[in-house]
């Protein structure tokens, strides 16, 4: 048998697909914190936690997304893509996503200050959000689009939210849900683009197995997160929690 006949052939467009969906079992709105958020089970402190935390993601996806950007020839790739940063960032007329999360956090009874301070960002957090933004940084355009994929899931946890939140965290004002119900829309609009960005660019087996993996990369950055968070606000083990406040460390 030839080395052309042992490649294994690519799988149909449709096959494909259907196994990036299938790696939806592995979102994070699986996750322990996720399920008790969802469930009514956080206190106000792991709720503001989540929030302050997330804060760093938030504002770390336009930059993300400027070096998909930054790396990509294709000018009508680019007129698409631009529309993820003026989502976040905003722009005249719309105050985009960041500023509706810091609504949020203002909502589950953080200050803007405490927000945009980054005090309560855990460092576990950081590093998973960096390694998420060096990925996009050094990795082709392709690749960086297609980590963004885990938007094909993103709808579904934002919906739980808006159906189960109001009731079971009637503290929370219902003006900080907006970014939720925004992103409904949006989501599923970039979920359009990149999926067929990646069907066409990952036409070989060899690449759709890449894409994969690169998809489990993102799954990986999103339940590390909520790891470093759980450590910090279930189990109350924050970085350095048993060192004494002395000599600057708190």
């Known amino acids: ?32 914190l996720h399920i008790d958020m969802n469930s009514g089970k956080c206190s106000q402190k792991q709720i503001q936690g989540w929030v302050a935390n997330r804060f760093y993601y938030q504002i770390m996806i336009p930059v993300k997304d400027a070096n998909v950007m930054a790396n990509c020839p294709d000018r009508e790739v680019r007129r698409h893509w631009v529309q993820r940063i003026l989502d976040h960032d905003g722009y005249e007329g719309a105050e985009g996503g960041i500023e509706a999360w810091i609504r949020l956090g203002e909502a589950v009874g953080l200050t803007k200050q405490e927000i945009v301070s980054q005090e309560h960002v855990l460092p576990g957090v950081r590093f998973a959000v960096d390694a998420y933004v060096n990925f996009a940084r050094k990795a082709s355009w392709q690749e960086a689009a297609c980590s963004s994929l885990t938007e094909l899931f993103a709808p579904t946890i934002h919906q739980k939210r808006l159906d189960s ?57 999103l339940w590390t997160m909520l790891d470093a968070m759980t450590m910090a606000y279930v189990y109350e083990r924050a970085p350095y929690h048993n060192i004494a406040s002395e000599g600057g460390l708190s």
């Open 165 to 221: 939140w109001p009731d079971y965290y009637p503290w929370i004002d219902v003006e900080g849900y907006d970014y939720f119900r925004n992103r409904l829309a949006e989501a599923r609009r970039d979920v359009e683009h990149g999926l067929a960005i990646t069907l066409d660019f990952f036409n070989t087996r060899a690449l759709q197995e890449r894409a994969l993996e690169i998809l489990q990369f993102k799954l990986d950055i």
């Open 1 to 32: 048998m030839s080395q052309a006949e042992t490649i294994e052939k690519p799988w149909s467009r449709d096959e494909f697909e259907q196994k990036l969906r299938d790696k939806g079992r592995l979102y994070h709105i699986h996750h322990p």
